[in-house]
Each structure stands twice: as structure tokens, then as C-alpha cells.
């Protein structure tokens, strides 16, 4: 599904995967993630060869995951999800929950509700608030904007790169809706069929034209 | 036919099966037919558990059935002639019985591990129920069912004036096996067959492609019942003797460790592994040994950890591996390897 | 083009969704929506994910029982007919995900989706026509796990189109394709609709569905948000708020 | 039959059901794993209890050891054994068989075909003529401290959140840093755990035997099957439902219907609810709060 | 791939392993079926595991005693006497496989064994089919009318019948039965029901209890509730045993139990703790505990334990399992052949054997046994008194009551009193 694959991402920067469904993206993610098995090539992070640890061992290294549909616990509370960020990257004492509430303040009056229960906005929101919850080091994305509504897209990729400024929060999410990925990514690379066909660099990101070059071939 | 190891083997098998008496004691055929009897049981459940991916743990079920009818009817009409009609309508006994309990599932859309309980408490109610039948007012016609000790005296196989025991039975029941697994054989291979292994691959997709799958459920279910039922009755005329314990935990769980431990979805690796089994269980108990049922358990455990194919299926590929690899043609096994998952 | 459209209209739709709603617990994934596929319409669903279109789809099929509304086609209520009646009757889909059987070969898919509807003695050649409008003939023999990503989209296409259907649903079927398949999707769709199938599908990829369709209707939160051409749909500046993004 | 008695033989029911219930359920619920060697885990308990009552630990200490024991003898299998085939339903039925004949026959080998066994403490007492084991009695009263308990180290506990999350998510539960392997080495062992408790429990009630767990196997998959995958709620309401039907229905007409009429109801139950009563209350009270 | 391979391979040296071992079993297993009539060979089937190895055992080893001690003085017929004995693992299926197998295979001459009743009519009819001489040596309900089959042990004539009677003299004529839910509980009880009201008591109600019952505390509060002067318990296996604890705790004690099947057959008042077992009478034909006052029980109790330090007790099925196959080894040598017709003639002469329990004779008309039947009770420490000793108590319900003369006429059935 996804073959020779190079990407670098450096710290605090916020680079985004793109494609169109069923090129690999999430493959790929859950490659990084540990949950499927690198056939092939090496994965370092923080100069450590990560290519063999478990996804479980990855969690704690520094690395934060919003996967595909949010993927909250439906069954636990608000809190309890939160609470199970906390493992996330043992190197660094995690977050007060009142931080993140900060960032998400719908979160706190619900803090008692099943998670089942949230909007798909709010599910996006506490997806997110989980991951950052332990300060990871790296903040890795899927589809963040799937099923939820316009308006609440753009306050999410508002609070991300915010969080990317106040705790120097690396980004890497994948996406294929242009607007968010125009607004959040410093650096894109484009994706089909199992690899990386292109890289948009800085300067290139605002160019709608481009972009949808690599999204809609 | 193509030449594999499945297929060589299912022939040499049925070749040795049939010089089989030549070679050996009266005891010997007799205690193979018993075996063979019992592989219809293992057959109805690769057919609806490996074919159609319906996980049933009633077989014993329906094998209590058709032996329990064939007693009850052949022993109310004292005619020993009358043994052949007994013994097809127990098997339609059988089919329709595991019919009516399909409908009443299917069309129900329970499926999967559901179907697994349902028909293990059935076994059960019938194994409470029987077992307490020991007085007098648990007669159908002159037959008493006779409670945990179960009916004896079941009138053996007659087909005209010809007995059916030692070498007759041995092949008859050679005969009906060699039938049912043709049958099955072409069967899977036949327009009903496909549509049956796309239910178990896909049974949303197969529904949409126009099939009426609760029905179709059923209608392999119903087979399924009738194989367990010829099971049961071939058991009942063998022994003479039929217990409520055919209901029971055990006899309901066998079926399933000899599918899945010799290979769900293959009939050949079903029937060897079946009377591999038999016979292996047979002689650690005649040996007396008091490791006999630790043996048998460690046995399964290893089985199921280290060839989760099933045993007999694993040396089928092993084998085919061994004859292929000069050729180079080496087939890409089931699943990337980038998909695997970890854990 | 649109005066063909309004031609038909009055006629009769093939497929009807009245007042249709699915509630999944209290999550209304499709609410109220009206939808009405004409003969020989070549008509897309867009939308953003979890907008419910693939809801639609079930609910046409029988896999999912809708809360409220009904479904008719051919003017006949078919609410509470058995997926496999809807397909006899002459609807049949292809699914976002595909539901190719990946153990068989291309073939055995074919006749496994195709037998029921010819004798033996038409059932190879119609399984080879197919193939041969697929573009997948020399394919014939493969594993289906084997194929291609694009391949066994077409596979699933050829599998839905086995029982003769009058309606086709193609659910996303460009998906995780590169540019010269997704041309050849397209033309295929096309050519099918010629051939006098009415084509109702999903897809998230604008050119594509500017490419063919005809129609377009776009879903919002399990609404019908807005419908009409290809161009009144690029032209609504709440359609691109919602979905085509900010440009 | 009065009132009372007839409340005496729920508790009795009750009790029975849930605390033979309650290791299968903790596996099966958050494993998927069908442990056939159930009731031989319930009879190393009561053998351990057995034998460390004979060696002169008090009665409560030796139950609770017992539950231990075994709960690190679940542990070891699991490492052995089980975790080769989480996910693998089906192939553990089969495996699980397979060790069940093994402890059997095992513990017929070493301790013989029966062991002396511990009298049930506590003595009677007596209500309007009739007499009731104390022990029983309490024995209804553990069951719910069982059910607490259980409420308590699944609700309460870092273990128990995570536990409840990889149930719901096993790759998501990783992906946020547990080890899920090791809270399934876990989950088997505290059910295995609960088991030799029961064992321990009921030990000075029963004959104790190599097959002293098959009298259990019944009423647990039953109790399991009606209860559904949530171990808590399941258990807790199939055990109370299960143990009214055959409690009024043995008051009526005897042990036999009784016995009947549970796995009666269990069939019942498949048929409507598939997913079992817990599955029943989750969907209402999804609806509940999302409405 | 390398994975795959690996994988692969592992199965593959599985699966030849597993072949060698099963090869190999059967290589031994061979071993056992050799030399044909240099010995004279004993089937015997009994339960070594499972859920009756708690009898099965005993009996196994007073097989293995009888044996040796026939062969310690000069075998039968100037020759060895061999025991085949598979291991039937309380399973009715194995019994109908290894009844086969020692007839036809192994070529037996007598068959001894089998605990259960419905054990015993899995195998007698392929006794019968096979004409093989079949000895079932062990309590039952009683009734068997076969030529091919004697039956050494206890029957409701020598139990039920002075047990019930001693009962209702000494404790009042009110008798609540509980019993297992199948034959034997149901005939037993049937029994119980006839002998209560030929001396003139009343059975103020019958339970029957399905097999794998553990929990009983329904039962309890009826029996409360109906107040009996004598509580009949018929229950079987290791579940329904379960009662005797519970009774203890929450039923009424000052009610004398009384039951032919609990203490002498597997030792139940040594395996539970008192006072479960306290208050029980019962009637046996052996008990260990017989040898404090019998000499000859008491030898049979020291060779037994001698040879076999791990057994448990020596209840009565051992001993009519002994007993069986002495009489099985005197009338073989009043015929000077084992054939079956001829032993069983010889059999049929009345034969009597001076064993453990003191003169065991052959009853010709019934194929059972007269027999010493000894009444026991248990106080509330579980101690044991032998109140009575009834002398040569004979089987001849059967033969009185249902007109069964095997001698005369060969018949091939079981007698109930069940109407």
C-alpha cells in the first residue's frame, strides 16, 4: 500500500500529507503510529531509530495521535479520555486539564458526558485535547476535519497552530480539505498511489492551483 | 482436478479405506466403520461452519435427532425391513429440524457467534430434557426413551434380507461417505457452492448482488442438519444404543475441535483429521494410560498455537510447497504484509 | 441537456426518496430528504464526509431500514422489500468499500455475481462482455487480492452491472485512483449511462463529477443543502462555504 | 413455599449465577475470548481453599489466597497460551478445551479422584421455624461486593480506565500509550482470579472433585449469554433476571424446570436481543442522552 | 515474507512432531494384544478418570488384586490369568468402543466391569449379541433378567427393603424421597414407594433432582416444610452430593437420612467434614469399616491397602468387584473351561464364594447374589455403628414377583417396578 516513503519534518513545524482517499495517507499514519509493520525503511524521532517499537512505545517517546474519525472512547467520559492522554510522552510532565479546557472550553461543561454523546465538533476537539494532553513532541493528525462542520474546522486549525506556538508543538496531519490545509500547513507533501509525488514548499501553500493539482489529479 | 496434495491424498485415501478389510481383523473393519460414522458429523460442520461461515455448536443437536428417530421409529414397527424408510426419513428428520431452527435464526438475522450460542443452549435443553425421561410416561408409541440410560436394542441397518454389520455396514457407510463427499465436492463447486462461499466471504456484498442469503442460510444449515443427522442415525444402528449424553458439553464441543484443529475449510482435512482423532483417542483410552486426556489436551493446545490452519490443511501446503518450489511457482499468500497487524 | 431533464420530470422518476430520515440513537444521519433520480440521469451525491451519503445508498439497497419516509422505484413502494428483491427488481450498487471477494479469482467474483441472471450457456460470454467493457479481460484468472486498488473498483463496477441493472449505485468509484484510471472511470460511466442505465453516484472529487454528471445534489448534515446542475452547484457561494472550501 | 423462603432460594440462585458468572464474563466481555477451562479454574480454587484450610489457615484467608493463586495461574497461561490468540475466538475454544482436559485429568493424577473436604462455617439461622445458612446469606452478600468490587477496579482504577478504552479501541488505546497486551494479561488474570474465588467460595459447600467446575459451567455461559458483553451490567441484571425465572419456576415445579427454564430464557434472549440485556440498556441510554 | 517462512516452518515441525508422537503411541499400544490362548484373559472396564474414577478406581484395583491372587495360586486351568483393562474414562461412548474391542480384538473370555447403570446398558447388549460371559459388579435399581449377565452387587432387595423397614420402625412412617432424575433414582425411588407402603408408611413426597445439580436449597425448604420422619436420598455423582453440606447447614438435622448409595460406595462420611453425613443410615454389603469387626473384611481392606498405598477406601463396589471375579475364577474351574455356556452352567449349580463380606452366593434363577446386608448409621460426629447384620438376604424379586427363572428361560431385559 505505501512504498518508499522519504519524508523529514523539523521540529515546531506544521507539515501536512495530502491526497485524495485511497491513495495510502492513512496507511501510512498508522504506519508512523506503529499500528501496521514497517515491511521496509526506518522511522526515526528525536535521532532515535523508532523503526521496531511498538505503538504503545512510540505513545511514550513523544508522539500524540488524532487518528481518522476522531476516535474518542465512546464509552468514557470526557475526562476519562482525557485522562488517557496522559501517558503520552513520558519524557515531559503532562498538562493540567484546565490547560486544555483553556483551548476547547466547550470540553469543561462536559466534561462528565459520555464521549459517544458529543457533536462531531466536539469529538474532533477532545480527540485533539488527548493527544496534547501528555505534551507530545509530535502531534500527528488524521483527516482532523472529517464530519464536522465548517465554522468549527477553522476554530480547530485555529487552536492547533496556537498550540504549535505555546508549547513548540510539531504538526504533521493529513488532509485533503484545501481550505484547512491551506490555512494550517508551512509545508505540504502530496501523496498518490502509495508515495510521495510532490512536495509544496512554503511559498507554494497559498497557490489554491497547485494544491489542487495534487488533490484531484 | 488439479494435482495437489489434497486431491492425491483424498483418493489414496479412499482407496486404502476400501482394501481396508483385506488386510485386517473383523474388529478392526467394525471399529473403522464406527469412525467413518462419525465423520459425517465433522463434514456437516465444515460444510456450514468452513463453507458458509455459519459457527454452529449444535451438530450434536441434530445428531441426537436422527439417532433418536431412527430408534423411536425402526423399534415401534417391529419389522427389521422397514430400517431403510428410518433411516432416509431420519436424515429428512434431521434437515428439517435444523431447517426450522435456521428460519427461526436467519430471518432473525442472528449470525455469527450468536448462532454459536443459541444452538449450544439448545444442546443443552435437550440433553436436561432426555436425561429425566426415565419414566413410563415417556413413551412415543411402545418405545420408552428411557432417560439418561438412553434407548437400546435399536434394531440394526437391513436393507431386504442383507444385515448390515461387520464388512456390510463397513461399506456401506464407505459408500454413503464416498457419496456425500462427491456430493459436497461438487456442490462447492457448482453455482450453489459459490454463492454459498460468497455468504462466508461477504454476506452484506452477497446480499446485494441479489441473493436471498437468510434463505440460502438456511437451506446450508438444513444440510448441515441432515449430514449430523445420517451421522447420528449410522451411530445409533452401529452401537444399537443412543444417550441423551450425545447432547451433551462434550459431544457438542468435539465437532468443532475436529473441524477447526484438522482445517475448517477443507472436507478432505475434515474426514482425516476426524478419524485421526478417533483413533488416536481410542488408543490412548485402550491403553489405559492416566496421561491419556492430558496427552489429547496438549495435543489440541499445540495444534491451535502452532497451525492455526489446522493440522492436516497445514501439511497439505506444506507438501504442495515441497512439489512446487522446483517450478518457481510460488503463489502470493492471502494478506499484504504491510496490512499485518501487530499484536 | 436541461430540456431532456425537465422532459423526464414529469414523466416519472426511477427512484424516489420521500421524507426519508435514518436516526442512528439520536445521531440524525439523514433527515428529511428528498431525492428523485430520473430515467436515464447521470445524478451525484456530494457532500462532506458524514453528510450521510452513503446512508442514502443503504437505505436504497435495504441494508439500512430508514426511520421515516419511503422509497419508491419504478413508482413501486419498495421501503420494505429484502435487499436482494431491490436487486431483482433491478437496482444494484457498487460499494464504497469494495466487496469484492479477495480469495477467488476475477472470474469467480463475475460468476458469482452474474449467475443468477443468465443460463449456463450465455453465463461466460455475458461474464466476458463485461470484462471487456471493464477493461479487465486479461485479468480474468488473477486473485482479486492481487489486483490493483482501481482494479478491484472496476471489478465491483462489473459485479453490480452483472444483474442487469436499471439503476446503478456507484459508491466513490474513482477512489484511490490515478489520473488515467479516473479518466477511464469516467468514460466507463458514461458509456454505461448510454447504454441506458441511470447512474446514481458519490464522489468527493469535483472534476470528476463535472466531468459527468448531470445532476447534483449536495447533502449537509443529512440535509439536502442544495441541488441543480453542475454549474448552479459551483456557482452557490454556501456550497463552496461547506464543502468546496474557501478558494 | 413463603415469601421468605422463597426470597432465600433468589439469594441462593442469585448468588450462584453471578459469582459463576462473573471470571467468564470479565473474559469473554473484554476479550472475546470463550474460556472453556472456566470451571476448571473455579476447581483450583476450591482445591487451593481446601487445602489450605486442611493446613490450618483460617477458612477467609485460604479463599482469598486461593483467588490469588489462581489468578497468577491464570496469568501464567495467558502468557503461555491465550495471548497467541487474542482476537481468535473461535480457536479458543478449542485451546481452552484442551487445557480444561489437561487441569482435570491433571488434578486426578495428583490429589486422586476426590479430596476430604472443609464443613461450611457459620452455622444457621432461624426465621419462623425455617433455617437459613449463614453462610449463604453471606455468600449473597459477597456477590454484590463482588459486583462493587468489580465496579470499583473498572471505574475506578487506572487499569480499569484502561482496560475499558482498549475494549472499546484496542489501536487507539495503544496508539495512546498502553501496553494493551499487558492489560489483556490482566483482564485474563483477574477473571481467572474471580473464578478461583468462586471456587474458594463454594468449596465448603460442595463435594470437591477433579470435575468439581462443571456444575458451574452451565449456569455461567448462560448468565454470560443473557448478560452480554458488558461484564458489570450484564451480570448484574442477566444474574437477577435469570435468578427470579428460576427461582419462581423451581418454587413451582421443581429443580428440573428450573434448570429448563433458564436455558429456555437464554434462547429467548439471543433471539431478540443479540447483543444480551447489557446491550439492550446501552442503547436506551445512548438514546437517552443524545435526544 | 521472512516471516511468513518462518511461521511456516514452525507449523511444519509441529506437525511432524505430532505425527511421530501419535506413531509412536500407537507402537506401544500394539504391544499390549499378543499371545492368544497361552493365558486366560479378564476384560475388565472400568472408569480410571472422568467423573466416576471416584468407584472406578477401587474397583480397578480389587481387579488387580483378585487377579494376582488367582495367578499367585496356580492361575485357572493350569493357566495365567491376564487382565486387559482400557481405561473407560466415564464415558458411555468409550464403554460400547472398548466392549467391542476386548470381544473381538482382544478375545476375552469374561468381561467384569462398568459403575454406572446406564454404563452397563450401553454394553449388554453387545454382551448379549456376542454371547460373552458379563459380570456388572455393583450396586444398581436392580431387575436385569440376562443369561449372558450376573450381578454381584447390591439390589433394592437387599437394601431398600430392610433399610425401609428398620426406618419405619424406628422413626415413624412419614418418608420423603429425594432422587437423581434419571433410572436409577427413578426405579430406586419406585422401590422406596412400594417397600414404605408395604409396612405401612406414607411417602409424603418423591423429588427427583436432574444430574449436575449442585445447589439445593428449593429442595431444602420443601422437605422442611413436609416434615418427614425419614429422608430417602438417591442422589449420584459429585454434584448432587453437594446436598449433604447444605442440608447440614440449613435443613433439619434431628431428620434421619437414609440411603443405599452414599457412604459405602464412595466414602462420603470420610470425605466431608461432620456433621454433613451425621444421622445417616444405611444398608451395605461391604464397608471398610466392617473390618474392625469382621476378620475377613479386614484382611481384604490390608492386602488391598498393602498393594495399593494410594487407595482412598475399600467400599463395596471393590469388594463385589473382588468377590465377582472369584466366583467368575471358581466356576471357570468347576467347568474346566472357559467357555461361556459351560461357566455359565457352572455358575448356575449356585456357586458360593467366602469373601470380604462373608458367603456370596449365586442366586441360578436371577443371576444375583445372596448376599450379608449390614444396617449402619453414622452419629452426629460421623462415627460409624453397625446396628444389624441381616444374613443371606436374597434376590428374588425377579424371581417371585416377575417369574424369572434364567435357568428355565433365557431372557435379555431389565425388570422395573415403574408401571
Not at chain 2, 444452538?119 to 419414566?135: D, I, K, R, Y
Not at chain 3, 428529511?32 to 437505505?59: R, Y
Not at chain 4, 456477590?143 to 473498572?154: A, C, E, Q, R
Request: glycine fraction near 10%; aromatic fraction near 10%; proline fraction near 3%.
Amino acid at each position: 500500500m505505501v512504498r518508499d516513503m522519504s519524508i523529514t519534518i523539523e521540529k515546531g513545524e506544521i507539515v501536512s500529507i495530502i491526497g485524495r482517499n485511497g491513495v495510502g495517507k492513512s496507511t501510512f499514519v498508522k504506519t508512523l503510529m506503529g499500528l501496521l509493520k514497517t515491511s521496509k525503511g526506518k522511522i526515526t524521532f528525536n535521532q532515535q531509530d523508532i523503526t521496531r517499537t511498538k505503538a504503545d512505545e512510540r505513545a511514550k517517546l513523544g508522539i500524540g495521535y488524532v487518528p481518522q474519525g476522531h476516535g474518542v472512547f465512546p464509552a468514557l467520559t470526557v475526562e476519562e479520555n482525557l485522562h488517557m492522554g496522559k501517558l503520552i510522552n513520558k519524557q515531559k510532565p503532562s498538562l493540567n486539564p484546565e490547560q486544555v479546557y483553556d483551548y476547547f472550553p466547550k470540553l469543561k461543561e462536559r466534561r462528565k458526558q459520555k464521549a459517544g454523546t458529543l457533536s462531531g465538533g466536539e469529538q474532533a476537539a477532545l480527540s485533539i485535547s488527548r493527544a496534547i494532553i501528555g505534551n507530545p513532541d509530535l502531534l500527528v493528525l488524521d483527516e482532523p476535519t472529517e464530519g464536522i462542520q465548517p465554522n468549527i474546522v477553522y476554530h480547530i486549525s485555529d487552536m492547533i497552530k496556537q498550540i504549535n506556538k505555546d508549547i513548540g508543538l510539531t504538526v504533521l496531519f493529513v488532509e485533503q480539505h484545501m481550505g484547512l490545509i491551506q490555512q494550517m500547513s508551512e509545508r505540504c507533501y502530496a501523496m498518490d498511489k502509495g508515495s510521495i509525488v510532490g512536495e509544496v514548499k512554503h511559498q507554494d501553500v497559498a497557490n489554491y492551483e497547485i494544491l489542487k493539482r495534487y488533490l484531484t489529479v | 482436478m488439479t494435482l495437489k496434495t489434497e486431491n492425491v491424498v483424498a483418493v489414496l485415501l479412499f482407496i486404502g479405506l476400501f482394501i481396508y478389510p483385506l488386510f485386517v481383523n473383523p474388529y478392526q473393519v467394525m471399529n473403522l466403520s464406527y469412525f467413518l460414522s462419525m465423520v459425517f458429523l465433522s463434514l456437516s460442520l465444515a460444510l456450514i461452519w468452513g463453507y458458509c461461515g455459519i459457527f454452529s455448536f449444535g451438530q450434536a443437536v441434530f445428531f441426537g435427532v436422527g439417532g433418536y428417530f431412527y430408534a423411536i421409529f425402526t423399534m415401534n414397527s417391529q419389522l427389521s425391513t422397514i430400517t431403510p424408510i428410518g433411516f432416509i426419513l431420519g436424515i429428512l428428520a434431521g434437515g428439517v429440524v435444523a431447517w426450522i431452527l435456521g428460519y427461526f435464526m436467519f430471518y432473525g438475522g442472528v449470525n455469527d457467534v450468536f448462532v454459536g450460542l443459541i444452538t449450544l443452549c439448545l444442546t443443552l435443553v435437550l440433553e436436561t430434557f432426555m436425561g429425566q425421561t426415565a419414566g413410563s410416561e415417556w413413551k412415543i408409541g411402545q418405545v420408552g426413551l428411557g432417560g439418561f440410560n438412553g434407548i437400546n436394542g435399536i434394531p440394526t441397518l437391513q436393507i431386504g434380507s442383507l444385515s448390515l454389520t461387520g464388512n456390510n455396514f463397513y461399506y456401506f457407510v464407505l459408500m454413503i461417505l464416498l457419496i456425500v463427499f462427491g456430493l459436497l465436492k461438487f456442490l462447492t463447486h457448482s453455482k450453489f457452492g459459490s454463492s454459498v462461499i460468497a455468504i462466508r466471504e461477504n454476506r452484506d456484498r452477497t446480499r446485494l448482488l441479489g441473493y436471498n442469503v437468510p434463505k440460502i442460510q438456511s437451506f446450508v444449515f438444513a444440510i448441515g442438519g441432515a449430514l449430523a443427522s445420517l451421522s447420528g442415525i449410522l451411530y445409533a444402528s452401529w452401537g444399537s444404543y443412543i444417550t441423551p449424553s450425545v447432547f451433551g458439553l462434550t459431544s457438542a464441543t468435539i465437532p468443532v475441535i475436529l473441524v477447526a484443529a484438522g482445517g475448517r475449510k477443507n472436507f478432505t482435512a475434515s474426514v482425516i483429521f476426524t478419524l485421526l482423532y478417533y483413533w488416536f483417542s481410542q488408543a490412548l483410552s485402550a491403553s489405559g494410560n492416566q496421561f491419556a486426556l492430558i496427552i489429547l489436551g496438549l495435543t489440541l493446545i499445540l495444534a491451535i498455537l502452532f497451525v492455526p490452519d489446522g493440522i492436516v490443511v497445514a501439511l497439505f501446503n506444506w507438501c504442495d510447497h515441497l512439489f512446487s518450489r522446483n517450478k518457481g511457482k510460488v503463489k502470493l499468500e492471502k494478506g499484504n504484509l504491510h496490512e499485518e497487524k501487530i499484536s | 441537456m436541461k430540456k431532456k431533464l425537465v422532459e423526464k420530470d414529469h414523466s416519472s422518476a426511477l427512484l424516489e426518496l420521500r421524507d426519508v430520515g435514518k436516526y442512528f440513537g439520536g445521531l440524525k444521519a439523514v433527515d428529511h430528504v428528498n431525492i428523485s433520480v430520473n430515467e436515464g440521469d447521470l445524478h451525484c451525491l456530494i457532500g462532506p464526509n458524514g453528510a450521510g451519503k452513503s446512508t442514502i445508498f443503504k437505505m436504497v439497497m435495504g441494508v439500512y431500514k430508514p426511520t421515516m419516509g419511503s422509497i419508491y422505484f419504478k413508482n413501486k413502494n419498495i421501503t420494505n422489500l429484502k435487499s436482494w428483491d431491490r436487486v431483482r427488481q433491478g437496482v444494484s450498487i457498487k460499494m464504497q468499500i469494495p466487496g469484492v471477494f479477495g480469495e477467488l479469482t476475477v472470474y469467480e467474483n463475475m460468476k458469482i455475481a452474474a449467475q443468477r441472471y443468465y443460463r449456463h450457456s450465455e453465463l461466460k460470454n455475458k461474464i466476458l462482455e463485461i470484462c471487456d467493457l471493464l477493461g479487465i479481460t486479461h485479468l480474468r484468472d488473477e486473485i482479486v487480492n492481487n489486483l490493483s486498488h482501481g482494479q478491484q473498483q472496476w471489478l465491483e463496477i462489473g459485479m453490480s452491472l452483472a444483474s442487469d441493472p436499471e439503476l446503478l449505485l456507484l459508491d466513490e468509484p474513482a477512489a484511490g485512483m490515478g489520473p488515467e484510471e479516473t479518466n477511464f472511470t469516467a468514460e466507463l460511466i458514461r458509456k454505461l449511462n448510454q447504454k441506458g442505465i441511470t447512474i446514481l453516484f458519490i464522489d468527493h472529487d469535483m472534476d470528476f463529477v463535472k466531468k459527468i454528471a448531470r445532476k447534483v445534489t449536495v447533502l449537509h448534515f443529512g440535509k439536502t443543502f442544495a441541488e441543480g446542475s453542475v454549474e448552479e452547484i459551483e456557482s452557490n457561494q454556501d456550497v463552496v462555504d461547506i464543502y468546496l472550501g474557501k478558494s | 413455599m413463603s415469601i421468605l423462603d422463597l426470597f432465600y432460594q433468589f439469594m441462593n440462585d442469585f448468588s450462584f449465577l453471578i459469582l459463576s458468572a462473573i471470571g467468564l464474563a470479565i473474559i469473554f466481555g473484554m476479550m472475546k475470548i470463550i474460556n472453556l477451562s472456566h470451571g476448571e479454574f473455579i476447581m483450583l480454587g476450591a482445591y487451593m481453599t481446601t487445602l489450605f484450610t486442611k493446613a490450618g489457615m483460617p477458612l477467609i484467608l485460604s479463599i482469598f489466597i486461593s483467588a490469588i493463586g489462581v489468578g497468577v495461574f491464570g496469568f501464567i497461561i495467558d502468557r503461555l497460551v491465550i495471548s497467541h490468540l487474542y482476537g481468535r475466538t473461535l480457536d479458543s475454544v478449542v485451546v481452552t478445551w484442551g487445557i480444561s482436559m489437561v487441569l482435570q485429568q491433571g488434578m486426578l493424577i495428583i490429589f486422586g479422584p476426590s479430596l476430604q473436604g472443609v464443613s461450611t462455617p457459620l452455622g444457621s439461622l432461624s426465621i419462623g421455624g425455617s433455617a437459613y445458612s449463614i453462610y449463604r446469606l453471606l455468600l449473597f452478600v459477597i456477590s454484590f461486593v463482588v459486583l462493587v468490587l468489580l465496579y470499583v477496579i473498572f471505574m475506578n482504577t487506572k487499569f480499569g480506565l484502561y482496560s475499558r478504552a482498549t475494549m472499546q479501541n484496542q489501536e487507539i488505546a495503544q496508539s495512546m500509550g498502553v501496553n494493551t497486551n499487558r492489560v489483556y494479561s490482566l483482564t485474563f488474570s483477574l477473571g481467572a482470579a474471580f473464578a478461583g474465588l468462586t471456587g474458594g467460595l463454594y468449596a465448603p459447600t460442595m463435594t470437591i472433585s477433579p470435575s468439581f467446575g462443571t456444575s458451574f459451567l452451565m449456569p455461567s455461559f448462560v448468565t454470560v449469554i443473557v448478560g452480554g458483553a458488558n461484564p458489570l451490567i450484564g451480570t448484574s441484571l442477566s444474574g437477577g433476571v435469570l435468578g427470579i425465572v428460576s427461582s419462581i419456576l423451581d418454587a413451582l415445579w421443581g429443580t428440573f424446570y428450573g434448570r429448563l427454564g433458564l436455558l429456555i430464557v437464554a434462547i429467548i434472549v439471543i433471539r431478540i436481543l443479540p447483543l444480551g440485556i447489557s446491550g439492550l440498556v446501552e442503547k436506551v441510554l445512548v438514546r437517552k442522552n443524545r435526544v | 515474507m521472512k516471516l511468513k517462512k518462518l511461521k511456516f516452518k514452525r507449523s511444519a515441525i509441529t506437525v511432524i512432531l505430532l505425527l511421530c508422537l501419535s506413531i509412536s503411541l500407537f507402537g506401544c499400544n500394539n504391544a499390549s494384544s499378543s499371545s492368544d490362548g497361552k493365558t486366560i484373559k479378564l476384560g475388565v472396564l472400568e472408569d480410571r478418570s472422568g467423573d466416576f474414577s471416584l468407584v472406578g478406581i477401587q474397583k480397578y484395583y480389587a481387579a488387580k488384586l483378585a487377579v494376582e491372587e488367582i495367578n499367585k495360586n496356580g492361575g485357572l486351568l493350569g493357566k495365567k490369568v491376564e487382565m486387559v483393562a482400557p481405561d473407560t474414562q466415564s464415558d458411555n461412548n468409550r464403554y460400547q468402543e472398548m466392549a467391542k474391542r476386548l470381544i473381538l480384538n482382544d478375545h476375552v473370555d469374561a468381561i467384569m466391569g462398568a459403575f454406572s447403570s446406564a454404563s452397563r446398558e450401553a454394553i449388554r447388549p453387545i454382551m448379549e449379541q456376542n454371547k460373552m460371559l458379563y459380570f456388572y459388579n455393583n450396586q444398581y435399581e436392580g431387575g436385569v433378567a440376562s443369561k449372558y449377565t450376573f450381578n454381584t452387587g447390591a439390589i433394592p432387595d437387599h437394601q431398600i427393603t430392610p433399610l425401609i423397614k428398620e426406618m419405619i420402625k424406628n422413626f415413624g412412617p412419614k418418608v420423603y424421597t429425594i432422587a437423581a432424575d434419571y433410572n436409577f433414582g427413578q426405579i430406586s425411588a419406585k422401590w422406596v414407594e412400594k417397600t414404605v407402603k408395604e409396612n405401612g408408611g406414607q411417602v409424603v413426597n418423591q423429588e427427583f433432582i436432574p444430574l449436575g445439580v449442585s445447589q439445593f436449597s428449593s429442595t431444602i425448604s420443601r422437605i422442611k416444610k413436609a416434615k418427614p420422619d425419614v429422608l430417602v436420598t438417591l442422589l449420584v455423582g459429585q454434584d448432587q452430593s453437594s446436598f449433604y453440606e447444605q442440608w447440614a447447614k440449613s435443613g433439619d438435622k434431628s431428620i434421619p437420612m437414609a440411603s443405599t448409595v452414599n457412604m459405602a460406595q464412595a466414602y462420603e462420611h470420610k470425605r466431608f467434614a461432620a456433621p454433613a453425613l451425621a444421622n445417616m443410615y444405611i444398608t451395605a454389603t461391604y464397608m471398610e469399616e466392617l473390618a474392625d469387626k469382621y476378620p475377613s473384611a479386614k484382611t481384604f481392606v490390608d492386602k488391598l491397602q498393602k498393594k495399593f498405598p494410594k487407595n482412598k477406601y475399600v467400599g463395596m463396589e471393590a469388594e463385589s468387584e473382588y468377590s465377582g471375579i472369584m466366583l467368575w475364577a471358581k466356576a471357570v474351574k468347576k467347568a474346566k473351561t472357559t467357555k461361556t455356556d459351560a461357566v455359565i452352567k457352572a455358575l448356575e449349580s449356585g456357586i458360593s464364594y467366602n469373601g470380604p463380606a462373608g458367603k456370596v452366593s449365586i442366586d441360578p434363577k436371577t443371576h444375583h447374589t445372596v448376599r450379608n446386608v449390614y444396617l449402619v448409621h453414622t452419629d452426629s460426629q460421623q462415627k460409624l455403628h453397625i446396628d444389624k447384620e441381616f444374613k443371606a438376604v436374597k434376590p428374588d424379586w425377579l424371581s417371585k414377583d416377575m417369574g424369572v427363572d434364567l435357568t428355565k428361560k433365557p431372557e435379555f431385559k431389565q425388570y422395573t417396578p415403574l408401571k
